[in-house]
């Protein structure tokens, strides 16, 4: 593991990590599944974590081995089915809804002078920070839309870092996904996860909720 005093960024996931997004996504996706028959399971719930739009409404179908009966543009619309009902839960939200430890999290950070960027799947991560008033603290966001390849693929921590103009080992990335982790150690960031253990056993460190991110535990964790 990278030394803590090499560390000058901190890359965020967004669902899961920032906010309790992946509950709606999750509520939205499964929706989505009861109506094109598709059978919903735990495995299939953790496995979306992070994942695209359109490979979490492949990795749907396929379940069902479903894939097949819709047309690209049948699959565009209910990707957009899917999302018009997540921005719906997503427009109720506000800075109440910051998961624990966050903001002081990213207080902490700015005081010290730490460069911030968001590396988020979700094409949503601008208007869910604007709901949540966090906008200023990530003048830095990898833009989804630019990737050749998601998460787990490593590519959009290695553009984070590259944003931040710093080497991937000065960097830190926080995921509550397996796919997040997996990205954050393919780019040679030093990963953090944040939730169970089991899922995220390939993390460098793994706190159980973000009330445990403090830079004190950060420190503490990397010896
Ligand atoms: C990730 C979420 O952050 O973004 C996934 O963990 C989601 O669940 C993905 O599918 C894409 O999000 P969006 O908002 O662009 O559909
Ligand atoms: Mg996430």
Redesign the pocket.
């Known amino acids: 593991m990278a030394k803590f005093n090499d560390i000058k960024g901190f890359i965020f996931?967004?669902?899961?990590v920032i906010t309790d997004?992946?509950r709606f996504?999750?509520q939205a996706?499964h929706q989505l599944a009861d109506k094109v028959g598709a059978p919903w399971s735990q495995e299939l719930e953790d496995n979306?974590?992070?994942?695209?739009?359109m490979?979490?409404l492949e990795m749907i179908l396929n379940a069902g081995g479903l894939s097949n009966n819709y047309s690209d543009e049948e699959k565009e619309q209910l990707?957009t089915e899917?999302?018009t009902n997540?921005?719906a839960l997503v427009d109720q939200m506000t800075p109440d809804d910051i998961l624990p430890g966050i903001k002081d999290f990213l207080d902490s950070l700015k005081a010290n002078h730490y460069a911030i960027a968001l590396a988020?799947?979700?094409?949503?991560?601008p208007r869910?920070l604007g709901k949540l008033e966090l906008t200023d603290y990530f003048p830095t966001i990898v833009d989804?839309a630019t990737l050749s390849k998601?998460?787990p693929d490593p590519e959009i921590y290695i553009k984070g870092a590259e944003a931040l103009n710093l080497q991937p080992e000065q960097c830190i990335g926080i995921e509550?996904?397996a796919?997040?982790v997996e990205a954050i150690n393919g780019a040679g960031e030093t990963s953090v996860g944040i939730g169970s253990a089991k899922l995220l056993h390939e993390a460098d460190i793994i706190f159980p909720t973000t009330k445990d991110l403090t830079l004190a535990n950060i420190q503490k964790a990397m010896g």
Do not use: E, F
């Not at 996931?13 to 899961?16: A, K, R, V, W």
């Not at 979306?48 to 739009?53: E, H, I």
């Not at 988020?120 to 991560?125: I, M, P, R, V, Y």
């Open positions: 996931d967004l669902d899961g997004t992946a996504h999750t996706w979306l974590k992070g994942v695209s739009r490979d979490s990707a899917k999302n997540y921005l988020s799947a979700s094409k949503n991560g869910v989804p998601g998460k509550d996904a796919a997040g």
